[in-house]
C-alpha cells in the first residue's frame, strides 16, 4: 500500500484480515446447523448491500427494487438448470450478465430521476417483477415456485455441505468487497461521493455523471444477481414472495443501519439485521408465545430508532472511536504531508 | 489579442420575458472580462447560456472556434473552461483535498472498471490528481486544512477552495460567478491576487460581479447590462464616465 | 357498451378511494416534503378500528367517528415522534423511517387484529342500481359522494380558513411563512393529521367492498402515490384527477388485458409518466424551469 493510499483513505489491510480470521474461525466455534444457515445467509445478503452501499451510500442513489434483481439471478439459475439441464456455473454467470444488461437499459432512463420518485420507480420494478414471476408459471412455476434446483459443485466437491458452501460463499462475499474497496478506494470512490454532494458541481468539472451513476446501478444489480443465484442453489428452491419489494426493503435497511457511508458498514448491517431477526424471532416464541410475523412491530420500531438517533449507522459509532486513537498519529501524518506539499512546488 | 470566447447574439425569452437580449462580445487570450449591471440585468442568465446550463432562444457561443451552444455541461471542462457558482458547490462531505483532487478529473483515466480491478493505472492517476491539487491549495493556502471536511469551512475558505477546485487542471478560461459575494475586505483582496496571479500565466475570466472597486481593479474590459441588453462596453476608465451606464446605476452605489 | 360503463364506475369507484389517499400524500408532501410510505396504513388502522367499535355494539356512525379521530391521532403522534426529529435529514432516510413507521404500524394491526380479513356492513343498505347496463353498487355511489363533499369541504378549508391559508401558505414558501409567524413544524403536524384522517375515512370507504386486513394498507397507499406523481405532485385537484385515472387504468386494463398483470400496468404506466411527463401528465408545457 503506498504512502498517498493511506494518506488518502486510511488502512485496509487490518479490518479485512479481521474478517477473513473472523470467518475462518466461526466455524471452530459455532456448532449449530441453524447458526451455520444464518452465516451462509449473512454472506449471500452481504454480496448484495455491498454493491446496494456502493448506490445510496456513495452515488446517493436510492433503490427500492434490488430484489428484482436479486431474483433475475435467482430464476435465471433456477430455471437454466432445471428446464434447460445447463451447467449451475454457467447459468450463475448468464444470470450475471443479463441482469447487467437489463439494469443498464433500466437505469438510462430511470436515473435521471431523483429522491422520492427513484424509489417509487425501483419500487414499481420489483412489483412488475414480481408479477412476471408469478405469471410466467411455464417457465417460473408461478406462485408455486421452482424446485429441485441443483447444488452447486466444485471441483467434484459438492457443496451441499454446509462448511463447504460457507466457504464458498464467503469467498465469494470478499471477492465482492474486495472488488468495491478498490472502486471506493479510488478517483471512482471520490467521483461518487462528489455526486452525492452536488451533481452540478460534478458535471462542471468534466464527469458525465449519468454514465458513473448508471454503471454503478448495473454493477451492483450483477452483483444482487450473483447473490441471487447462490441462494437458488443453496435453499434449492425459488418462489415469488422471496423477491417482492420486502426484501428490497430489507436490503436497504441492512445498509443504512450498518452505514451506507463505508463498504464494511454493509456487512455489518446485514449481520446485525439477519441475527436481530432471529433474537426478535427466537424472544417471541419462547418468552410470549407469540407468532407470525408479529415481530415486525419490534422490527420497525428499531429500524426508526436506529435512523432517528443513528442516522450515519452503526459504522460511524464503530469508527469514532478508532478514529479517536488515530488523532495522536496525526502529528506523523502532519509531518508526512508537509514532506510531499514541499515537493509538489 | 486573439479571440478566446465569441458570444454572437445570445438571447433568452421565458415565454414572453426577454431576460437577455442579442448579446454579442468576445473574450480575448489572457483578458480578464466582468459582466455588471443591476439586479434583474439578466447576468446570471448570459452566464447560463456560455457555460451551456441553459439553451438560448436565439444565438451562441463558440469557444477557440467551436460551438459551445448544444454542447452537455461535461465536455467544456474538456476543453478548458471552469466555472464556479454564485451559490457555492462545494462537496460537503468529502475533505478540501478530496474535493480538489475532483478537479483533476479530466485528466484522469479511472473509470469503474480499472478502478474495480486496480489496475497500475489507478495509482498514476491517484498521483496526478494529488500532485495536481497541491499545486492548487498551494496556490489559495488551504494546506493546513487539507484534511478537514469541505463542510466545515468558513464561508470565505470554501469561496476560496472553489476557486482552487475550478483551477486544478490549468483551463485556458475561468468564469466565476460572484467570485466575491459574502467576502470580507480582506478576503476579497486575496481572492483578486489569485485572479491577477492566474492571469499573469495566460489565463483568461469571464466574471460576475456586483462589487464594482473589484471589478474595476481587476477588469480589462468591462460589459454593463441593463434589463437584457447591452449597454456599454469598454475599459473600467470608459464604463466609469458612460452617461448611460450612471443612468443605469442611477441610485446604486458606483465605485 | 355495457361492460365498459361497468368498468368505468368500478374504476372511479377504486379511484375515489385512493384520491382521499393521494389528497393526504399531496398535503404531507407539499408542505413537508416528506412522502409519508404509511400513508396507507391509516386506512387499515381506520378501517380494523371501525369494525371493532361496529362489534363491540356501537352505532355506525359513532364507530366512524371514533375511528376517524384515533387514526387522525395516531397520525399526529407518528409525526411528533418519527418525523420532526428526523425532519432536516436526507431523503433517503426520512423513506426508511416511515417505511420503518409502516412496518411498525402492520405490525400492530397484527398484533392487535390477526389475519384474518375482516368484514363491515355496507353504509347503506340498498338494492344495486342498474344504470346504463351497468350493476352500480351503492356502496361505489356513496364513495363518490364522500369524495365531493371531501372536496367542498377541504376547498372551503384551504381557502377559507386561516388555518388552511396558513398551510398554503407554508407550500409555497416556508420561510416567508415562518417570518410571518406561521410555525412550519406546527403545519406539519397538521398536515399529517389530516393525511391520516383522510386515510382512515378511505380504509372504511372501501372495506365494505373488498374486506379489511392488516396488510391492506400498503399497496392502496402506493397507489395513491402513483395517483399523486400522475397528477403532478402539487394540486389536491390533480392528485384527485391522477388517482382516478389510476382507478379507471386499473379496471381497464384488468378488463380488456388480464387482472392478472394489472397492477404491473399501472406500475409501468407510472415509470412511463416518469420518464415523459415528470411533472404529471396535467402540467402544461413551460420551458421555465431553472
Known sequence: MSKLEKVLYGNRLKPFLFLVGLILMLPFVVKSSYIFTILILIGIYSIVTLGLCLLIGYAGQISLGHAAFFGIGAYTSGVLTT????????????????????AYLIGIPILKLKGHFLALATLGINIIFYILILGLNQLTGGAAGLIGIPSLSLFGLPLTDKLFFYFFVWTAALLVLLLSLNIVRSHVGRVLRSIHDSEIATETLGVKVENYKVAIFALSAAFASLAGSMYAHYITFVAPPTFYITKSILFLIMVMVGGAGSVWGAILGTTVIMFLNEIIRFVGHTYFGISGEVEIVVYGLIIILIMMFLPKGLMHVISKPIQKLKQKKKVKIKSHKDMISQKGV | MSKLLEVRGLTKQFGGVTAVSEISFDVGAGEIVAVIGPNGAGKTTLFNMISCFLSPTNGEAYFKGNKLTGQKIPQLA?????????????????????????????????????????????????RIAYDLALDAIHLVGLEELMFEQAGQLSYGLQKQLEFARAIVYKPDFIMLDEPMAGLNDYETNRMAGYIKKLKSEGISFLFVEHKMATVMELADRIIVLDFGKKIAEGTPDEIQQNAKVIAAYLGEEVV | MELLMQYIVTGLTVGSIYALLAIGFVTVYNITGILNFAQGEFAMIGALTCITFVNAGLPMYASIIFAILISATIGLIVERTAILHARNTSVIILIIITIGVSTFLKGMGLIIWGTNPKQ???????????????????????????????????????????????????????????????????????????????????????????????????????????????????????????????????????????????????????????FFKPNGIFARASGERV
Open chain 1, 83 to 102: 428446464s434447460f439441464q445447463l451447467s449451475p456455473w454457467l447459468a450463475l454467470v448468464i444470470g450475471m450478465v443479463t441482469t447487467f444488461f437489463i
Open chain 2, 78 to 126: 474538456h476543453l478548458g473552461i471552469a466555472r464556479t457558482f454564485q451559490n457555492l458547490q462545494i462537496f460537503h462531505n468529502l475533505t478540501v483535498l478530496e474535493n480538489v483532487m475532483m478537479g483533476a478529473h479530466v485528466k484522469l483515466k479511472t473509470n469503474v472498471v480499472n478502478a474495480a480491478f486496480r489496475l497500475p493505472r489507478i495509482l498514476k492517476d491517484e
Open chain 3, 120 to 274: 363491515l356492513t355496507p353504509l347503506i343498505k340498498m338494492e344495486p342500481i342498474h344504470f346504463m347496463g351497468a350493476v352500480i353498487n351503492p356502496q361505489s355511489i356513496f364513495i363518490f359522494i364522500v369524495l365531493l363533499i371531501l372536496l367542498a369541504v377541504l376547498y372551503v378549508f384551504f381557502e377559507k380558513t386561516y388555518i388552511g391559508s396558513a398551510l398554503r401558505a407554508c407550500e409555497k414558501n416556508p420561510r416567508a411563512a415562518k417570518l410571518m409567524g406561521i410555525n412550519p413544524s406546527t403545519m406539519s403536524a397538521l398536515a399529517f393529521t389530516l393525511a391520516a384522517a383522510l386515510g382512515a375515512i378511505a380504509g372504511i370507504l372501501i372495506t365494505p367492498i373488498t374486506d379489511a386486513t392488516y396488510e391492506m394498507g400498503f399497496l392502496i397507499g402506493v397507489k395513491g402515490f402513483v395517483g399523486m406523481v400522475i397528477g403532478g405532485m402539487h394540486s389536491i385537484p390533480g392528485a384527485v384527477a391522477g388517482a382516478l385515472l389510476v382507478g379507471l387504468l386499473e379496471t381497464f386494463s384488468g378488463g380488456f388485458i388480464s387482472t392478472f398483470y394489472s397492477d404491473a400496468i399501472t406500475f409501468l404506466v407510472l415509470i412511463l409518466v416518469l
